[in-house]
């Protein structure tokens, strides 16, 4: 198993630029079918990070932000390469995220746990923003996770 700190630098710089937290989507897709989506995604590697650990607890520390942000490039405010852009969803979903990890996880934990993974009483509000890249007929969707 690594080390916490090990963790938090293993992702190069130069890859949160490529990585950058955009998602493509298909013109017609709702609102809500791109905050399952996003949500999904984000509880999928917050399980991916608890895999790694000896004991979930260790995850109990505000380092978490700077271990995600670190290993998946989720830094992005936006997509520059939409003519307007539209927040659609900025809350701290700890509950429904936490039931989301668990089902990532082979090996169920207290849904409390899972809550204090980014620090005591601390879970990220998402933000989630679209635009729609006319020339490629897209939508294109941002996230970013905050304090």
């Known amino acids: 198993m690594k080390t916490f700190s090990q963790m938090i630098n293993e992702a190069p ?14 013109p017609d897709i709702t609102d809500e079918e791109i905050i399952s989506h ?6 999928l590697k917050c399980a991916n990070l608890l895999k790694d650990f000896v004991s979930p607890d260790d995850m109990n520390t505000l380092c978490t932000y700077d271990l ?4 998946y490039g989720i830094d992005n405010p936006g997509d520059v390469s939409a003519d307007t852009e539209d927040p659609i969803y900025q809350e701290i979903p700890s509950d429904e995220c936490a039931k989301l990890i668990n089902n990532h996880l082979d090996k169920k934990l207290p849904e409390g746990s899972i809550k204090r993974m980014f620090g005591s009483g601390e879970f990220p509000a998402i933000s989630i923003w679209k635009g729609y890249h006319k020339a490629l ?3 294109h969707v941002t996230m970013t996770i905050s304090r």
């Open 68 to 71: 995600f942000i670190n290993r």
């Open 13 to 26: 710089a130069r890859l949160k630029k490529v990585i950058g937290g955009i998602y493509k989507f298909r």
């Open 137 to 139: 007929d897209e939508v």
């Open 38 to 43: 996003v949500l999904d995604d984000f509880s």
